[in-house]
């Protein structure tokens, strides 16, 4: 198992290390004239050679590579071009809010999806055809409607929540929660629909099997039977989805923190992105690809506690 | 997309030639939720930005001079200004009841090192003061600006980012970039702000002038998406805003706000390859004018940014001495006209020129001027530049641009424009004439109004640009807000931003 877990974290570092070149890159591919897109339309071409040479933008790429890179692996990221903040600084700052939407929607999809997707493959009839329609809806309307119409019902006509903004925890809970019930519900919502599905017919499946009807013959209870033996063996698949999930709604986050302005990763990588502030997206680039490589060993270690075939193969 | 928008999204400075009035005197206390259209990019002063940057820099810092509602110049930390003879030496008396927030005085020598480091500094308005050789304290309440030559805009900078007067302790901080050191009215708790997000500052106890502190406390939140801004004035999270775009005023005046009008830029084609260096064309002054005839500016108003803006042929704003109302009607929409110079121009089987296009710039847009300019001959071949979009315009590489430009005073707007060391004349144009004007503009004196006003109609006259209308923006507040546009800023200035009485 540690062999494994070795194994599967030097890959995640070969894999940081191919993703941060290959955005540097790209960054720099398509950042046209970045001193100039810095100070603006009014600094005079000496002004704009000035900060060029500051910002060390006249040395060859592999050399501000290398140097990033050496940099990097120290943990200091450097500053960001366009607000003058540590680039770690800005990031810890938002790395636990963008966590919070995505883990929250991660849990609230989870949860609702076991609820749904149990009922619709026990029941089958009209409950598994409602499921069936909420889940295309669910994939077929895009977050930044569901997002709007939230804050339209909710927040702009009745009150009961604030259309934008963010509370830190450590100032006031009640505030937190209530900062991210509609972020988080906007993110889940397309989540519950993709994991709904593959309970629904994983369990399905399971209740097939022989195993099951040994067990009923047994005389355990229904309740029993499905939510300690056939979630189990379902939970393997789900658990995948909900991997692929939690990265897409990384993803998601920078949309749905943008409408209700959240102080999340996705907002500053639309601002960062746009100005071509490379430090920050850098920095972006690799704190999210160590998340996606944690969350994804994670995934393993858990497929493999709820089945021992795994941990075998 | 809205003007305002591009000028955001294009880094450009947004400037407002905005109308006047007088303030109403509100109470003070509580706290001002102020909406930002942009983060602050450093609160380093020397290498600060202005325009909608500004409210964060006079949040924390004070200035030498400032600007009235009018534009006009007053008082700042500076009580009095006075120059020699010929304007080559500026002498400051400076207040001496004044305390940075780190406890230590402001005096005439940390107001000269600012000046000197604003001009060293590398900044995006560094040119403002490259005209100044040197800045001295000659004692503690005196400071002598000596100028290359005269520079009528330098009180007006003196009372925006270059007047702008840091802690000398905070120099070598490794945090000046996000914890500015002033003598402001407030202070930034930068434990409570989320750097690009929001900025909190508290009411700085032992302020000098406490007329100007109308809150005790004002919270700047960023809403870079027009959604986000929108809800957040339905929601009643904002007192007063800028906006992103004019598309939202409806629903944010139906939510009880009041919207402040202001004119910001000016929207047309900057026709910069007079000489024909990059297209040939272009040197005929008949293109250029018949260029100027293609547009139907009403239509474009109305079609672009529904009808909120004034036309114009003029680049200079309505509050400028040059300005001239007679020559709005100098170019009206008339294809004949515009084809029939054309061909007195050689050119009635029509000729093909290069245009940068940009996304920013709104596509409706480019595909207005291409099929105007179509229709008089002229074939619009775009290249999008991406984000050298700036850098490849200032830089020369193409004969004509459609991008809303500032409208600042008149010897900025000539440093911006017009002056063949223009970053908007990036091909140097220049003949004697414009040339005697500005001379005559920079010396000051009694002959400097006329001169503006000859140098604004030889463009208009010489098609320089292709001005189409001056392009509307607005600042809300609401019902339990005042505020008041500031001519020549993006924004009010923060202490024109007050509670109701």
Redesign the interface.
């Known amino acids: 198992m540690l062999r494994f877990i070795l194994r599967r974290l030097a890959s995640g570092v070969v894999l940081i290390v191919v993703i941060s070149t290959i955005a540097f890159a790209l960054l720099y591919v398509g950042s046209g004239d970045i001193a100039r897109r810095i100070l603006g339309q009014t600094a005079t071409a000496d002004t704009v050679a000035q900060k060029a040479a500051s910002l060390g933008l006249n040395r060859p790429l592999y050399t501000q590579y290398l140097d990033w890179l050496s940099h990097a692996v120290t943990g200091n990221l450097g500053t960001s071009w366009f607000t003058g903040q540590p680039v770690m600084a800005a990031i810890t700052s938002r790395v636990a809010v963008t966590l919070s939407l995505v883990i929250g929607a991660t849990l609230i999809s989870a949860i609702v999806a076991v609820i749904l997707g149990v009922w619709a493959a026990r029941r089958r009839s009209w409950p598994d055809r409602l499921v069936q329609v909420i889940s295309v809806l669910g994939f077929a309307i895009p977050g930044f409607l569901i997002a709007l119409g939230l804050v339209l019902v909710f927040a702009i006509n009745l009150h009961w929540f604030k259309p934008t903004g963010f509370v830190q925890f450590a100032t006031s809970p009640g505030g937190w929660l209530a900062s991210i019930t509609l972020p988080v519900i906007a993110l889940a919502i397309g989540g519950i629909a993709g994991v709904t599905q593959q309970i629904r017919g994983s369990v399905i499946d399971a209740l097939r099997q022989d195993y099951v009807r040994t067990l009923r013959s047994r005389g355990l209870s229904a309740n029993r039977v499905i939510y300690k033996h056939v979630l189990r063996n379902a939970g393997g698949p789900a658990l995948a989805v909900l991997a692929v999930q939690f990265v897409g709604l990384l993803g998601g986050a920078v949309i749905v923190e943008q409408i209700f302005a959240i102080p999340g990763l996705g907002q500053v990588a639309v601002t960062a992105t746009t100005q071509g502030d490379v430090p920050l997206v850098m920095g972006l680039v690799v704190v999210t690809a160590i998340i996606v490589v944690v969350v994804n060993l994670l995934i393993d270690l858990l497929q493999a506690f709820l089945n021992p075939k795994v941990r075998l193969s | 997309m809205a003007a305002v928008a591009v000028v955001v ?5 947004g400037c407002a030639a905005g109308n006047s009035d007088t303030s109403s005197t509100g109470g003070s206390g509580g706290t001002l939720n102020l909406g930002q259209i942009i ?6 002063a020397a290498q600060s ?1 202005w325009a909608n940057e500004s409210p964060y820099m006079q949040a924390v810092y004070d200035t030498i001079l400032t600007a009235d509602t009018t534009g006009a110049i007053q008082p700042g930390l500076a009580t009095a200004w006075k120059y020699n003879a010929d304007n080559t030496v500026l002498t400051l008396t400076i207040r001496s009841d004044v305390k940075f927030t780190d406890g230590t005085a402001l005096d005439a020598s940390a107001v000269a090192q600012n000046l000197v480091r604003f001009r060293d500094g ?6 403002y003061l ?1 005209n100044m050789t040197d800045a001295v304290a000659t004692n503690a309440t005196t400071v002598t600006m000596t100028l290359k030559a005269p520079d009528p805009a330098m009180l007006t900078y003196l009372s925006q980012n270059a007047g702008l007067v840091e802690a000398p302790s905070a120099f070598t901080s490794p945090d ?3 914890v500015p050191v002033g003598s402001g009215p407030y202070i930034l708790d930068t434990a409570d702000t ?5 900025y909190v500052f508290t009411k700085n106890p032992s302020y000098w002038n406490p007329t100007n502190q109308h809150y005790d406390k004002i919270v700047m ?5 027009p ?2 801004l929108l ?2 004035v ?2 009643g ?1 904002v007192n007063a805003t800028n906006t992103l775009n004019n598309t939202d005023l409806a629903q944010m005046t139906g939510a009880g706000f009041t919207a402040n009008p202001l004119e910001l830029n000016w929207a047309g084609l900057t026709l910069m390859d007079r000489d024909g260096t990059v297209d040939p064309a272009l040197k005929d002054v008949r293109v250029r004018q018949a260029i100027n005839y293609a547009f139907d500016t009403a239509s474009m108003l109305k079609t672009i940014e529904n009808g909120l803006g004034t036309t114009t042929t003029q680049v200079f704003p309505a509050n400028s001495v040059g300005y001239d109302p007679s020559l709005d009607s100098e170019y009206t929409f008339d294809v004949a006209k515009a084809k029939s110079l054309m061909a007195a121009a050689g050119y009635a089987n029509g000729v093909t020129i290069q245009m940068p296009s940009s996304a920013l710039l709104g596509q409706a847009t480019l595909t207005l001027i291409q099929q105007q300019l179509a229709d008089i001959g002229i074939t619009v071949e775009y290249t999008d ?7 490849d315009v ?1 830089g020369g590489k193409f004969p004509v641009v459609y991008i809303p430009l500032q409208q600042g005073g008149d010897w900025e707007l000539i440093q ?1 424009l017009i002056s063949p060391t223009a ?2 004349n990036p091909l140097h144009t220049t003949d004697p004439t414009v040339e005697g004007y500005i001379a005559t503009i920079q010396k000051g004196g009694s002959d400097s109004d006329q001169a503006v006003k000859n140098l604004n109609k030889y463009l208009v006259d010489n098609a320089w640009f292709a001005p189409w209308y001056r392009t509307q923006s607005n600042f809300v507040t609401d019902a339990n807000t005042t505020a008041v546009v500031q001519p020549g800023n993006a924004v009010p200035y923060l202490w024109n931003i007050k509670p109701k009485s």
Do not use: H, M, Y
Not at chain 2, 122 to 127: D, E, M, Q
């Open positions: 999204a294009l880094g450009l400075t983060t602050v990019s450093t609160f380093a930005n590398a900044g995006p308005n560094a040119s490259a000046i970039q996000t989320v750097v690009g997000t929001s939140s960023v809403f870079s998406d959604t986000a809800n957040a339905k929601g999270q530049p991406g984000n050298s979009f700036i850098a200032v911006f970053p908007f």
